[in-house]
């Protein structure tokens, strides 16, 4: 009888996948003190009314105007995942198993508060239907002018660009990259922004420094990262196909608000706390988190659908 | 590999789906009609269910499915075990584990939209009142293709989309496909379809859906209103709510369109170049401050912050009928939920 074939593990483990994390570093960052309940607030003063204003020397004071404040509230919510442990896994496998299970909460961590920034978008902000494509659907793909329709939403609406420009070199295929607000979108869109009028992809731009390795292209103002787990919503177009939503921002549209004193909590519970008889032990990961969408105006977004869908 | 029991609960039916909150994520759930097991027995009357989760492989239960157990036909003296159906006759479990998605279903087709106002679809369904559903492919009324309706007045045969005010529609909708979606958005207050606006001093804006679900009284909302929908002056604006009408999913506003164009869908044939769709989004909830008297005016605080809508894993239990996991209205019906140890 032939011998057991041998093996051999590799000295480190294989990467664990992830997905681009692209919902919260473009949305502002709150902090919510501890002890004082759990809706978190956001306020702004809206802008005074510049009618009239002007004093005609009768001495008579004109009427005062009473500000009118908007208010952003958003609840704060606690998420969690645990992992249970053998002693007999670490005791027959190896001891890095605990090491690995903790970076995988920690990884959880940060895809999942991803995802819950990505169904705020996908929930709360209005969406308008790209019509400038030929795929013939209900919404079509994307094109230049459905994105040009987003920028004059935005800029009409006094919404100030996130990114700032990244200035022409004389680099031959490269060209200058405007400031930029930001938009969101599936994987499964890039061949269709690959075709979009104008589009700039990511290697023509005159600099690579600093840029993050979600962005995709640049197409008139927005400049577009991607992720697998954008927003999507299957079997909705009029030609029953699948529906992405690309939200589409400029500064101060959204906020991701922390609770102090728990965010990102990772904790071991030993097996004697665990198990009766000592022999199962749990890793733990906690969170908060509040999500707002602050200011309507200076969100907008694209409902598309794909003309090569995978 | 024992099961615990790690939650369970009862519930009176009002003959609709019911969702049930899950954060156990069960492998293994059981539901019985307490009332339905009465004698002498209704001949078909589904008396419980049962459904197997993705730990079971193979064997685990598809959308809208599980192991049902119903009163025999002719009536017997025993109970007989079937399948829930996966179209559009019996409605079993479905668990669901993310939103926004649609709950797992096969698609339906529609026969019929009339032109009305409010429109009313000819479709064989299992649906019950409140359902939200997910409408596409709709032949004859593609301006409305992608919408999403609350439905109301529903029989097996069909039910009105009170949100749709339809009379000034060309044609009616002749063919199409629905699906059911969930209830609420992943994230509250969640954007509405908007299905008409009044010319009026205190605009009264119809949506697709029952906006009391997620906007009061003192909330602000922001419009977005393609051209093709004729009131241009009223997209990109933000309106205070005066008052919510659930029995007409209309709300009331503080914006003046008296001297605005009127609203109005754009023509099916001008699908799909024609810019849609018509949405409310929220947008906070207005204050006054009296700097002079330090007095704030404000609304009812509890409801408006931002929130996770839905709860999510849920397990949707079937309605629609006796033959159904929720039964009959007034039904008594238990559940539990188990889980796998290992």
Request: glycine letters at 8%; hydrophobic letters at 40%; charged letters at 15%.
């Amino acid at each position: 009888m032939a011998p057991e074939l041998p093996v051999q593990a590799a000295e480190d483990l294989l990467s664990t996948p992830m997905f681009m994390l692209i919902h919260s570093f473009g949305v502002d960052l709150h902090y919510a003190d501890s002890y004082i309940g759990k809706n978190y607030r956001m306020s702004r003063f809206d802008r005074l009314s510049t009618d009239g204003g002007r004093l005609d020397g009768s001495g008579i004071d004109p009427a005062s105007e009473v500000p009118v404040r908007t208010d952003i509230d958003a609840e704060m919510e606690i998420y969690s995942k645990s992992v249970s442990v053998n002693e007999q896994v670490i005791l027959f496998d190896g001891n890095k198993t605990l090491t690995k299970f903790t970076a995988l909460l920690g990884q959880w961590i940060r895809e999942k508060e991803d995802l819950l920034m990505r169904d705020l978008f996908s929930s709360s902000v209005s969406y308008i239907n790209s019509t400038g494509g030929l795929n013939g659907d209900q919404p079509s793909d994307p094109t230049r002018n459905d994105f040009n329709n987003i920028e004059n939403i935005l800029l009409s609406n006094d919404a100030r660009s996130m990114l700032t420009d990244i200035e022409a070199e004389n680099k031959f295929s490269t060209g200058g990259v405007r400031d930029a607000f930001i938009a969101l979108a599936n994987t499964n869109l890039c061949a269709d922004l690959q075709a979009v009028q104008g589009v700039l992809l990511k290697n023509a731009y005159p600099s690579q420094a600093g840029l993050r390795p979600e962005e995709y292209c640049s197409i008139s103002r927005f400049r577009v990262f991607v992720s697998s787990k954008a927003a999507k919503i299957p079997g909705i177009s009029l030609q029953g196909n699948t529906v992405y939503t690309v939200p589409m921002y400029g500064l101060e549209a959204a906020a991701k608000i922390e609770q102090n004193n728990y965010t990102s909590t990772i904790g071991y519970r030993p097996a004697w706390v665990v198990s009766s008889v000592a022999q199962n032990s749990q890793l733990y990961a906690k969170f908060a988190i509040a999500r707002a969408i602050t200011n309507q105006n200076w969100i907008s977004g694209l409902n598309c659908t794909t003309f090569n869908p995978s | 590999m024992p099961f615990t029991i790690i939650d369970g609960g009862s519930f009176i039916s009002d003959a609709g789906s019911k969702n049930i909150d899950m954060p156990m994520s069960p492998d293994y759930m059981r539901v019985l009609n307490v009332t339905r097991l009465k004698t002498p027995i209704t001949p078909l009357e589904c008396v419980g269910g049962e459904w197997f989760g993705a730990k079971f492989g193979s064997g685990a239960s598809a959308a809208n499915r599980g192991i049902r157990y119903k009163h025999p036909n002719p009536a017997t003296s025993s109970l007989f075990v079937d399948s829930f159906d996966t179209a559009t006759a019996t409605n079993g479990f479905t668990y669901v584990t993310e939103i926004p998605s649609i709950e797992a279903q096969a698609a339906n087709a529609i026969t019929a939209i009339t032109a009305a106002s409010p429109a009313v679809v000819s479709q064989t369904n299992t649906y019950a009142d409140g359902d939200i559903i997910q409408l596409y492919g709709t032949t004859g009324m593609l301006q409305i293709g992608g919408m999403n309706f609350q439905i109301s007045s529903s029989s097996g045969s069909g039910y009105t989309l009170l949100g749709l005010p339809a009379a000034g529609f060309a044609a009616a909708g002749t063919a199409g496909f629905t699906r059911r979606v969930s209830s609420a958005g992943a994230v509250e207050p969640r954007f509405l379809f908007v299905t008409a606006i009044s010319q009026a001093n205190q605009a009264v804006i119809t949506c697709s859906v029952d906006p009391s679900s997620h906007y009061v009284a003192g909330m602000k909302v922001h419009l977005s209103i393609p051209y093709s929908f004729g009131m241009t002056q009223a997209n990109q604006v933000t309106a205070k709510i005066i008052s919510v009408d659930s029995a007409t999913y209309q709300i009331t506003t503080d914006l003046n369109s008296s001297a605005f164009t009127a609203f109005a869908f754009p023509a099916s044939t001008a699908s799909p170049t024609a810019p849609l769709f018509a949405t409310l989004a929220p947008a906070g909830a207005s204050t006054q401050y009296n700097p002079v008297t330090n007095v704030q005016t404000g609304y009812d605080f509890q409801y408006q912050p931002f929130r996770a809508g839905q709860f999510v894993p849920y397990m949707k239990l079937g309605g629609g009928g006796s033959a159904n996991l929720t039964g009959i209205a007034d039904d008594v019906i238990n559940w539990m939920a188990y889980k796998l140890e290992t």
